[in-house]
């Protein structure tokens, strides 16, 4: 994933913002070549700014049950 408008080097400093920060680009942006990591999106979904009806979409894929 190659991104122009942000210090990527100055954010891999702080590995949780950068977590964050990549997990909501590929989920808003789009994926490229990358899979999204289940693991991680589940322990830091409560952190993400998401589109509204990308988030729901994808809490009914991480957690089936409740729907």
């Known amino acids: 994933m190659y991104n122009w408008s ?3 080097i100055e954010l891999k400093k702080d590995k949780k913002e950068y977590t964050i920060w990549q997990l909501e ?3 808003n942006f ?4 990358d899979k ?3 693991q ?3 322990k830091y979904w409560p952190f993400l700014d998401l589109d509204e009806k990308k988030k729901k979409f ?3 894929l ?4 409740q729907f």
């Open 58 to 60: 994808l809490s009914m």
């Open 25 to 27: 680009q590929m989920v």
């Open 6 to 8: 942000v210090d990527t």
């Open 36 to 38: 999204i990591n289940r």
């Open 62 to 65: 991480l957690w089936p049950k």
């Open 40 to 42: 991680e999106l589940k």
């Open 30 to 33: 789009g994926l490229g070549k």
